[in-house]
Structure formats: structure tokens, C-alpha cells
């Protein structure tokens, strides 16, 4: 099994940044991609970005040039690196990682919020 925990979330301006970080614990090696969903009240859940296991990376038109996400295999973490957030940026973040046997985004963190004040 894995265990996702995500940090790093809170209270922020329009035009700043915030880091979130996950901390997978359990079988890695089942891990293929690692990635970030976000659910804002009243929307539906919306992949943010993802991360291969050959660290190519995709992002959702939205935050395209704004955040970043990457990983460290060795320490079995994935971080998403947020700048220039927006108020539209606001929802509860979530850690999700693909199972490699399945193919699905099968683990999931608990979330962590994310608020950008206008």
C-alpha cells in the first residue's frame, strides 16, 4: 500500500506563492506518475499537473507557466511550486499518485488548502 500526506498549504495574497509538498510512504516502487488535483466548492475535482516517472511533466492550461511540479524519487516526494496565484486558484489540493499494476490514480492524499485572498 501507499500512503500519500500532503504540506504546505494556507493563507496567501494575490500575485504570491505557496509550496505544497507530498510525502509518499509505503511501496514506492507500485508508484508510477505523481500529480495534483484540486477541488474548489461547488467543482468538479480538475488534475493541476502530473509527473512521470521519467519526470516529463504535464499541466492544466490554467496554471501553465505559473506553477511547477517535480519530484524526487530518491526521497519519495513530489513537490508543486505555485506563483502568481490568482483567487481562481483557491480549492483543496490534493496529492494523487497512479498505481503502476492498475493504471489508475488509485492513492490519494488527505488534501490541504489552498486560499488566495484578492
Known amino acids: 500500500q501507499v500512503q500519500l500526506v500532503e504540506s504546505g498549504g494556507g493563507l496567501v495574497q494575490t500575485g504570491g506563492s505557496l509550496r505544497l509538498s507530498c510525502a509518499a510512504t509505503?511501496?514506492?516502487?507500485?508508484?508510477?506518475?505523481m500529480g495534483w488535483y484540486r477541488q474548489a466548492p461547488g467543482s468538479q475535482r480538475e488534475l493541476v499537473a502530473f509527473?512521470?516517472?521519467?519526470?516529463?511533466?504535464n499541466y492544466a492550461d490554467s496554471v501553465k507557466g505559473r506553477f511547477t511540479i517535480s519530484r524526487d524519487n530518491a526521497k519519495n516526494t513530489a513537490t508543486l511550486q505555485m506563483n502568481s496565484l490568482k483567487p481562481e486558484d483557491t480549492a483543496v489540493y490534493y496529492c494523487?499518485?497512479?498505481?503502476?499494476?492498475?493504471?489508475?490514480?488509485?492513492?490519494w492524499g488527505q488534501g490541504t488548502q489552498v486560499t488566495v485572498s484578492s
Open positions: 494523487a499518485a497512479v498505481n503502476r499494476e492498475s493504471g489508475g490514480w488509485d492513492y
Open positions: 509527473i512521470n516517472s521519467a519526470s516529463d511533466t
Open positions: 509505503g511501496s514506492f516502487v507500485n508508484i508510477n506518475a
